[in-house]
């Protein structure tokens, strides 16, 4: 595992200049817009992207085959692409709030900064979903049919919600109740059912992951 | 024995590979084949780059599906067409090599490139296609494993760093502990390499030979047609028309030349046994 997170940090080094304009930006949003969960939310997100971008370099000229020959197994391999997303989207995540604590507290002294770091929290599951959706993705199509099977599939999960909103309406479910529901679960109810859908997903997208890589030939 | 190969198959929609193939314990072994001949679907399934479909793949007795971390560690590999991502440097490849492998040779593997002059900080999609063979080349040999395996690996290379690179390959073979399975295309290099070769063609194994008694036993006759129809053609192995007669291969080379004194015998090198064995015809 550690063999393989240093190789896609060394890939990283590749994405510089990307990762120093998502920070200016970052910052731009924050004090522009005065909301210093633009940033944290915008620049979680933009770094768990970079998973699939070390995906892309690991098939850059069928490299895939020789990495597969280093001692390493192949659900090793999936296992370390969800922690490199996870700990690039924490990372970024943890270093954003931090920026943004600091510009609130030198900007906006009256600010509840409890309150905003809470719901800052509840923004991981964002990069959390969309690592779970893409990695599968990304394994099965590659990088330049992924971005096309994405597309399937956004559009594929809009469709499952629009058939499974009207198959709750014929059966006389109401939406509503659903949000009321939300609503009522209070903070803490919300972020626990949050964090159990993100894991979740994870586990599935990895199971997912694992089989795809398993019947792989190079 | 460290790698044996039992009635190995795998099918595609326009290639059948069917092979068997062993590599004892200290000994270097050829396979030999045109392009498409089944050489790397022959190494991608013993990696287990590919599924098989049918018979068993066994490296150091054990199945291949079933290999430790410590085992794949003892193997060291190099792949026509692949190798670490073209967006790594060497710098950055060496501390990936240190935590994969608890033999690194880190001073061994630096001192070797600065030989080779590989440079540490370009990235490796940008190196020369000679320079890239001899980043793959140095990296197998880099954590001291018991078994190489060398699909093309002096493939782009030049004539003095391809020695260089042979010359290695002898050296890393004196340890006695040591075994090398490689294929090429330049068929100098195997004969100064293996102790035995395997020859390819369309997925089936169709010769394997001690190189010593390659070169030694094998040869070519140049007969006419009335010499050939009166040859003794127990030992003839293929024959192909040519204007003066028939070119025979033999694997008794001695035999003709003492009891056939007026024919021409030409003495055997890899690459004519191949011509003969794929387009020769059955006598």
């Known amino acids: 595992m550690k063999g393989l997170l ?26 522009t817009q005065k909301n210093p969960m633009i940033m944290v939310s915008y620049s979680t997100f933009l770094f768990s992207m ?11 000229d069928n490299s895939n085959a020789f990495l597969f020959t280093l001692p390493i197994t192949r659900k090793l391999y999936v296992i370390e692409k969800y922690v490199f ?115 979740a997903a994870c586990v599935v997208s990895y199971f997912i992951s694992l089989r795809i890589m398993e019947k792989k030939q190079f | ?123 490796i999609k940008d190196f020369s296609t000679g320079m890239k063979a001899k980043l793959k080349v140095l990296v197998a040999m880099s954590h001291d494993a018991k078994l190489l395996i060398l699909d093309e690996p002096t493939a782009g290379l030049d004539v003095i760093a391809r020695d260089e690179l042979l010359d290695m390959m002898r050296e890393y073979m004196e340890d006695g502990n040591r075994s090398i399975l490689i294929s090429s295309h330049i068929s100098s290099d195997l004969e100064g390499l293996c102790d035995d070769l395997y020859m390819i063609h369309d997925g089936s194994i169709i010769m394997h030979e001690d190189t010593d008694r390659l070169l030694g036993d094998y040869g070519l006759l140049k007969v006419t047609e009335a010499q050939y129809g009166k040859l003794d053609k127990r030992y003839i192995l293929k024959r192909k028309r040519e204007n003066f007669g028939y070119s025979c291969l033999t694997n008794q080379k001695q035999y003709y030349i003492e009891n056939y004194p007026g024919i021409a015998v030409e003495k055997g090198n890899i690459d004519e046994v191949i011509t003969m064995m794929i387009r020769g015809e059955s006598k």
């Open chain 1, 50 to 60: 970079f998973t699939l971008s070390t995906i892309s370099y690991d098939e850059f």
């Open chain 2, 1 to 123: 024995m460290i790698l044996k190969l039992e009635n190995v198959e795998k099918h595609y929609e326009q290639f059948d590979l069917k092979c068997s193939l062993e590599l004892q314990d200290g000994c270097v072994t050829g396979l030999i084949g045109q392009n498409g001949a089944g050489k790397s679907t022959t190494f991608k399934a013993v990696l287990g780059l590919i599924s098989i479909d049918g018979g068993r793949i066994e490296v150091f007795g054990k199945d291949v599906k079933e290999l430790s971390k410590e085992d794949r560690e003892n193997i060291g590999v190099v792949l026509s067409g692949s190798g670490f991502s073209g967006y790594l440097t060497v710098h950055d490849i060496i501390p990936i090599l240190s935590s994969m492998y608890t033999s690194f040779q880190k001073a061994d593997f630096q001192k070797r490139c600065r030989k080779f002059s590989l440079p540490m900080d370009k990235k």
């Open chain 1, 85 to 199: 997303g996870i700990l690039t989207a924490l990372g970024a995540w943890f270093a954003s709030t931090v920026i943004a604590a600091v510009y609130t507290a030198l900007r906006q002294p009256g600010t509840n900064q409890t309150e905003w770091i809470i719901t800052a929290a509840i923004m991981l599951c964002l990069p959390a979903v969309f690592l779970a959706l893409t990695i599968p993705v990304q394994l099965k199509f590659g990088a330049d049919k992924g971005r096309a099977a994405m597309i399937g599939v956004v559009g594929g999960i809009f469709i499952l919600c629009f058939a499974a909103s009207y198959v709750m309406k014929s059966m006389g479910i109401n939406i509503d109740d659903i949000s009321n529901i939300i609503t009522n679960m209070g903070a803490r109810g919300l972020a626990f059912t949050v964090a159990a859908i993100c894991i």
């Open chain 1, 6 to 31: 240093i190789k896609d940090l060394k890939l990283l080094k590749n994405q510089m200049n990307f990762f120093l304009i998502i920070c200016v930006v970052g910052m731009m949003l924050m004090i």
